[in-house]
């Protein structure tokens, strides 16, 4: 949240989310998280009292490992996924209270779903096969511009076709998905989402399947779409590779995530290039460059990561959700969670430590770790 305004497009303010049922659990949840801890009867809290806002024209990327909460926070903004507890507005609208029919003549939920949309990290699965690309991009202008004719529609394709690099545009309008490469699928994915001129379009790992050529084109293709139609973006990836790429040449924020919670939030070279929580180091460090080429970050001389498992969303520890893996951790972690709070130093960072507070008792409670256990990683 270290970039606010005064009217948000988009806001999240103490928003938690839980899952309750199994069915909801396993959608939620990456395989490898469900296979480790199983499903339990306890709820688990995907989110636990999240605060950021969105901008016109922004761009936040959420960084962190799965099972992290990104996924959640994303489709929790756009309105595909209800809150437990807390508010998620669209331009000062409520979005639940919207979906249970108030502000009935103000707006529809209807709209909001047409001005929050989502590309998914799989094309080739969001694409249907049995459709050809014309067909599947004609489908939101037939839904949300009932007006346009069949040559305005096909005209509109072309264009946009064009202007994402796939040529030539009548010929490719009559392909197949299986008649397309992973790059011109998340093209084509991205165009169906942008023909509608969304406000926010959340762009869930969609260059996570892609070699990293293609991860670099297909950034550049966004941020391109982004000048031209003034779309804010929530950038979600596991790679803070990635991230750092695309929240500098957007301009935009970095957001940290761990077990639900957002632990540090910045500007890239604030939170990427000189990375204060623990859990942001440890992602550094363990992040390949996107050029090959470059060299890999420095091991830190005394590590500030112990190597832990997550521990179980449905049994989440006491205090600080980090405690248990990091080596500067004090007793005052264990039975307190520590608030975003402005980093103690001249940024506009904020920072889920109690480290960053010189007056907080933790600088006089006993460590829970043995400080020599840190590991060169």
């Not at 892609?210 to 779409?225: A, K, N, Q």
């Not at 803070?240 to 995530?257: E, H, I, P, Q, S």
Request: aromatic letters at 6%.
């Amino acid at each position: 949240m270290s970039k606010t305004v005064d009217d948000p497009l988009l806001s999240l303010e103490d928003v938690s989310v839980e899952f309750k049922d199994e069915p909801l659990i396993e959608q939620a949840l990456p395989d490898n998280i469900v296979e480790r801890f199983g499903l339990g009867e306890s709820p688990v809290k995907a989110l636990d009292d999240v605060t950021v806002e969105l901008a016109e024209e922004d761009a936040l990327v959420l960084v962190g490992e799965s099972g992290s909460g990104k996924s959640t926070l994303g489709r929790t903004a756009i309105g595909l996924q209800e809150s437990t507890e807390g508010s998620v507005k669209y331009d000062g609208y409520d979005i639940d209270a919207v979906r249970e029919g108030e502000h009935a003549g103000e707006v529809y939920f209807e709209d909001i779903r047409r001005a929050l949309q989502i590309v998914h990290q799989d094309p080739g699965s969001a694409l249907n096969p049995y459709r050809t690309v014309k067909s599947t991009l004609s489908q939101p202008l037939k839904l949300w511009y009932p007006d346009l004719d069949l040559n305005d529609r096909r005209e509109r394709i072309r264009r946009m076709l064009q202007t994402t690099g796939i040529t030539p545009a009548e010929e490719y309008m009559e392909r197949y998905p299986h008649e397309l490469s992973g790059g011109e699928q998340q093209r084509v994915a991205i165009i169906r989402a942008m023909l509608v001129e969304p406000d926010v379009i959340l762009l869930d790992e969609v260059v996570s399947a892609l070699d990293v050529s293609l991860r670099v084109d297909v950034m550049d293709l966004l941020l391109e779409l982004q000048d031209m139609f003034g779309t804010s973006y929530i950038f979600i990836s596991h790679n803070l590779t990635n991230a750092r790429y695309f929240a500098d040449k957007a301009d935009g924020r970095v957001a940290v995530m761990y077990l639900g919670n957002i632990v540090e939030i910045g500007s890239v070279e604030e939170v990427i290039g000189d990375p204060s929580h623990p859990y942001t180091k440890i992602l550094k460090w363990a992040s390949l460059p996107l050029d090959p080429m470059e060299g890999r970050e420095t091991i830190p001389e005394e590590s500030p990561i112990m190597m832990e498992d997550p521990p179980d969303p449905a049994d989440p520890p006491s205090g600080c959700p980090f405690h248990e893996a990091c080596p500067k951790a004090r007793e005052a972690c264990r039975n307190e969670e520590p608030e975003l709070l402005s980093a103690d130093d001249d940024t506009d960072r904020l920072v889920s430590c109690f480290r960053e507070d010189e007056h907080h008792e933790y600088w006089n409670s006993e460590p829970i770790h043995d400080e020599e256990r840190d590991i060169p990683l």
